[in-house]
């Protein structure tokens, strides 16, 4: 629709993307005033992205990554682990474009992985803005 293109990084080179995750991701944090306790330390995410189970896909937009995500894979599940925007790129919606990529990528690999897990909200309140978005999904 905007021109958004989805990037799944080849496993070995989740590493490249590490410091532009990270620096994504605490935008993130620190735009939704999150509790300290999901500002990671660098060794978090270090030893995250060693893991071979954890799938890191970008959506960009004229080459700039503006939306990442972490997926962790445990067969049959495939569990949305970790999610970052970049500011002034909402009106794009390059959350929900990355979304409908994975699941479309996860749908391809069907006899692998039956359940893509969302997960809830923050609040666990009906109007609870993160499990609202998630909830389009189901």
Do not use: C, Q, W
């Not at 794009?92 to 359940?115: C, E, Q, V």
């Amino acid at each position: 629709k905007y021109n958004l293109k989805f990037f799944p990084v080849p496993p070995n080179e989740k590493v490249k993307y590490l410091n532009e995750f990270m620096n994504l991701y605490y935008e993130t944090m620190r735009r939704k005033k999150a509790f300290r306790f999901y500002f990671f330390n660098k060794n978090y995410f270090v030893e995250l992205f060693k893991l071979e189970t954890a799938k890191l896909y970008l959506v960009l937009y004229k080459n700039t990554i503006i939306n990442a995500i972490v997926v962790l894979e445990s067969p049959p599940f495939a569990y949305h682990h970790l999610a970052a925007t970049k500011s002034g790129f909402y009106s794009l919606d390059p959350k929900s474009f990355g979304l409908d990529r994975i699941i479309d990528t996860y749908k391809k690999l069907n006899s692998k992985f039956k359940i893509l897990y969302l997960g809830g909200g923050t609040t666990g309140k009906e109007d609870d803005s993160l499990y609202k978005f998630k909830r389009k999904f189901n």
